[in-house]
């Protein structure tokens, strides 16, 4: 074992790095829309950017791990997102949004890496008996991460300065483009930082000796792509099913938390956008007291039940924030992500339950593809409130929610009836 713990730490982190990554991006799109006079749809693509990232490389990534090894993917991913946070520099220094954007698909290109690799490889780093508990503890860091970013984006990228439109219009050009210039340059020195570490946690784990893994997963890789497979599992409604909702899934969580700050700030007037990432904040310590309460329940009630009635509580949530914008549906979506903590592994879970090895395997790659729906459904929030009110976007998420909701329910009638 003590060989195995240093790797593990190692490995363990990434999830904390990860979930850093993650968040900071809702961060980005206030941060953004101020520094580049953006609309909402326009600041939206810094989800679309970094979503697509994760979409292309997916499948890119399991094909290199498959070929070099776990221990060699998450080296590259971990260069490819120190080389992302890097260019940040130069996009500031250039002040151009569509470098940043560039920047963003970097890094998510390197996390689609961890990702891909981290999870599988935490499971193997330890005696078989004792996997699932690891990897729990793994998983436990995500949104401890997810905190240090939403931290790091408030008081360290945020500056606490809010112009009204009046306000910018009565300064003059060279004022305009000094306050513009300082929002922007204000991302750099963080994620010099960030880049940093993450190029050095990769050093580190080149020169860290990993025990040697014996699997079956390169014996079975490529029986596991064959058209055959592919096939079954594009017929079975259950599993288009559990693809659809984790789609809906993540658009609905990376929805709800890149605008919360938007929200708050267009339903609480005057409200700073610094102050504002406080109820960012709380929703991911809901969601985080919320993964450990989901797991205890699980105990005492079937996940597909759990998952339905978490759903159908967040369909009510995210109504309300629609119907009744401003303090109280703000914390109606703080509340909202309490529940939705179980949802993703949950969802995950039923996808490739009671499949072969092949079919979980090559099941498993498209249902993390699913992670488009970030990029996907954060946009079109961003053009319902451009074309009506940043409360009006979060009927999003409640269709999303209604969606995942109906997918638990014909889930459980199915197992009812047998």
């Not at 120190?82 to 250039?94: D, K, Q």
């Not at 970013?149 to 606490?160: E, R, T």
């Not at 580190?204 to 599992?233: C, D, E, Q, W, Y």
């Not at 007291?289 to 369909?315: D, E, H, Q, S, W």
Request: with cysteine.
């Amino acid at each position: 074992m003590g060989r195995i713990w240093l790797p593990l730490v190692l490995i363990v982190s990434l999830f904390f790095l990860w979930g850093g990554a993650n968040n900071l991006n809702d961060v980005l799109i206030a941060q953004f829309k101020k520094a580049f006079v953006l609309n909402d749809f326009e600041a939206g693509l810094v989800q679309s950017a970094f979503y697509l990232g994760y979409f292309l490389i997916a499948m890119p990534a399991g094909i290199y791990m498959r070929r070099f090894g776990y221990k060699s993917a998450v080296i590259f991913g971990l260069t490819l997102y120190g080389i992302g946070a890097l260019l940040f520099w130069p996009a500031a220094e250039r002040a151009t949004y569509g470098m940043f954007l560039f920047a963003l698909f970097v890094i998510a290109s390197g996390l689609a890496f961890l990702e891909t690799s981290a999870n599988p490889f935490v499971t193997l780093l330890g005696p078989p008996e004792t996997a699932t508990r690891r990897l729990n503890l793994a998983q436990a860091f995500n949104p401890l991460g997810s905190i240090a970013g939403i931290l790091i984006g408030q008081h360290f990228i945020f500056s606490g300065v809010e112009h009204t439109p009046e306000q910018l219009a009565a300064m003059s050009e060279a004022q305009r483009t000094a306050y513009y210039v300082s929002e922007t340059h204000a991302v750099q020195w963080p994620y010099l930082v960030i880049g940093i570490v993450v190029l050095g946690w990769a050093l580190l784990i080149l020169a860290t000796r990993f025990p040697r893994l014996i699997t079956a997963h390169t014996a079975t890789a490529s029986a596991a792509m064959n058209g055959g497979v592919m096939g079954k599992l594009l017929r079975d409604k259950s599993f288009i099913g559990a693809l659809l909702s984790q789609f809906f899934y993540v658009g609905a969580q990376v929805g709800v938390w890149s605008y919360t700050i938007r929200y708050v700030q267009a339903t609480m007037h005057g409200t700073p956008a610094k102050l504002a990432a406080n109820f960012l904040t709380a929703e991911l310590v809901c969601f985080m007291i919320g993964r450990f309460a989901g797991t205890a329940l699980m105990k005492y009630v079937a996940p597909v039940r759990l998952l339905f009635v978490f759903a159908a509580i967040n369909v009510v949530l995210t109504l309300y924030a629609v119907m009744h914008p401003g303090s109280s549906g703000a914390n109606a979506l703080v509340a909202c992500s309490f529940f939705m903590s179980v949802m993703y592994p949950t969802i995950f879970a039923l996808g490739v339950e009671g499949r072969s090895d092949d079919e979980r395997k090559l099941g498993s790659g498209l249902l993390v593809m699913t992670i488009i729906g970030g990029a996907v459904l954060t946009a079109i929030m961003g053009a319902v409130s451009d074309h009506s009110s940043m409360s009006d976007a979060m009927i999003v998420p409640t269709c999303s929610f209604a969606i995942i909701a109906l997918f638990a329910w014909r889930r459980r009638s199915a197992r009812s009836a047998i």
